[in-house]
């Protein structure tokens, strides 16, 4: 029995032929961009009516295949049949019938969509495989994950310092410490973080429903336009949360590192570790002001100095 990785590889080669037989050239890349917009429905026959059902399916298509790229996969683009169904069956919330097709058995629905993905039915059970240009449009985001899943957890202190943008105080980078701290008013010269606002995260709620409406049941839509706008986590469904909290990340740290960039802060000190304790900071702080007093000192201020002689003695060893 041909094995899955030979399979893909002989239907890769056949549709590269193919191509070529028919003058076309290789697809453009999608514009770069942390999570790209679904590719264009594309009807397998002239004339055919795109319908949102159509949309629909290929949207719980690419989210299948997210799911095999984000688990590590070699081959990734492409899967058992029965698989990709299941996939689909969790993306949908069970609501994908093949009946809505007109069709009695999976494989029967897959051939409607030749642009999207092959079926290879001579191998058993049958082997699935996302067409190229799709297969990009997947990498692209696995991309933008992989970029932000590479720092680990966002460090609390930065994250508040993105998104806690009601509190009072004006969030600023203490370079000392190397940590961001909420000051009710800053003494310039300050590095102020990029804190968000209302209409920021608004926008970012906008254009993560215009990347995942397509893929949701009418019933689970209803509630978007009331999340969008007043942002309660319990309006957004619950196949989107974890979505969402990999897209408000990557923007936090889209944030974060471009605020970096321009002030020169090391992404290094912003990407390991967690930030320092809150005694560690304190020692750190206390430092820094007692350094700027004694630079500030007259002579006669240091000489009524009280330093302890252990201390004295440890410098000098």
Same mark, same amino acid.
């Given at each position: 029995?041909?094995?899955?990785?030979?399979?893909?590889?002989?239907?890769?080669?056949?549709?590269?032929r193919?191509?070529?037989?028919?003058?076309?050239?290789p %697809?453009a890349?999608?514009e770069?961009g942390? !999570?790209?917009?679904?590719?264009? !429905?594309?009807p397998?026959h002239?004339?055919e009516?795109?319908?949102a059902?159509?949309?629909q399916?290929?949207? #719980?298509?690419?989210?299948?295949?997210?799911? +095999?790229?984000? +688990?590590?996969?070699?081959d #990734?683009?492409?899967?058992?049949?029965?698989v990709? *169904?299941?996939?689909?069956?969790q993306l949908?919330?069970?609501?994908?019938r &093949?009946? @809505?097709?007109?069709?009695?058995?999976?494989l029967?629905?897959?051939?409607?969509?030749?642009?999207?993905?092959?079926?290879?039915?001579s $191998?058993?059970?049958?082997?699935? &495989?996302?067409?190229?240009e799709?297969?990009?449009?997947v &990498?692209?985001?696995?991309?933008a994950?992989?970029?932000?899943?590479?720092?680990?957890r966002?460090r609390?202190?930065?994250?508040?310092?993105v998104?806690?943008?009601?509190r009072? &105080?004006?969030?600023?980078w203490? =370079?000392?410490?190397?940590?961001a701290?909420?000051?009710? =008013?800053?003494?310039?010269?300050?590095?102020?973080?990029?804190?968000?606002?209302?209409?920021?995260v608004h926008? #970012?709620?906008? /254009?993560?429903?215009?990347? $995942?409406e397509?893929?949701?049941?009418?019933?689970s839509q209803? @509630?978007?336009? /009331?999340?969008i706008? *007043?942002?309660r986590?319990?309006?957004?469904?619950?196949?989107?949360?974890?979505?969402?909290?990999? !897209?408000? *990340?990557? *923007?936090?740290?889209?944030?974060?590192s471009q605020? +970096?960039?321009?002030?020169g802060v090391?992404?290094? =000190?912003?990407?390991e570790? %967690?930030a320092?304790?809150?005694?560690?900071? /304190?020692?750190?702080?206390?430092r820094?002001?007692?350094t700027?007093?004694? @630079?500030s000192?007259?002579?006669e /201020?240091?000489?009524q100095l009280?330093?302890?002689i252990?201390?004295?003695?440890?410098?000098q060893?």
């Amino acid at each position: 029995m041909p094995s899955v990785r030979s399979v893909v590889a002989r239907h890769s080669q056949q549709q590269d032929r193919a191509a070529q037989r028919g003058g076309l050239g290789p %697809a453009a890349p999608p514009e770069p961009g942390p !999570f790209p917009t679904t590719l264009p !429905f594309v009807p397998d026959h002239p004339g055919e009516e795109t319908t949102a059902l159509d949309t629909q399916l290929q949207s #719980w298509v690419l989210g299948a295949f997210r799911q +095999a790229r984000a +688990a590590g996969k070699p081959d #990734w683009y492409m899967m058992l049949a029965g698989v990709l *169904k299941n996939r689909i069956l969790q993306l949908s919330g069970r609501e994908f019938r &093949e009946e @809505n097709f007109n069709e009695e058995s999976f494989l029967g629905v897959l051939r409607h969509f030749p642009h999207l993905i092959s079926v290879d039915s001579s $191998h058993r059970p049958p082997v699935v &495989e996302l067409a190229p240009e799709f297969r990009r449009s997947v &990498e692209d985001d696995a991309s933008a994950r992989q970029l932000t899943q590479s720092a680990g957890r966002i460090r609390r202190d930065l994250w508040d310092a993105v998104l806690d943008y009601r509190r009072p &105080e004006t969030w600023v980078w203490d =370079d000392e410490a190397q940590v961001a701290r909420p000051v009710p =008013d800053p003494i310039p010269p300050v590095i102020r973080m990029p804190t968000a606002d209302d209409g920021v995260v608004h926008q #970012w709620r906008e /254009e993560f429903v215009s990347h $995942h409406e397509g893929a949701l049941s009418p019933a689970s839509q209803g @509630n978007l336009a /009331e999340w969008i706008s *007043k942002g309660r986590a319990t309006l957004l469904p619950p196949a989107l949360k974890r979505e969402w909290s990999a !897209f408000i *990340k990557s *923007k936090v740290l889209y944030q974060i590192s471009q605020w +970096a960039n321009e002030n020169g802060v090391s992404l290094r =000190d912003l990407h390991e570790g %967690a930030a320092p304790t809150s005694r560690e900071s /304190e020692v750190v702080q206390l430092r820094a002001l007692l350094t700027r007093v004694i @630079n500030s000192m007259t002579l006669e /201020e240091l000489h009524q100095l009280h330093i302890p002689i252990s201390v004295v003695l440890r410098t000098q060893t």
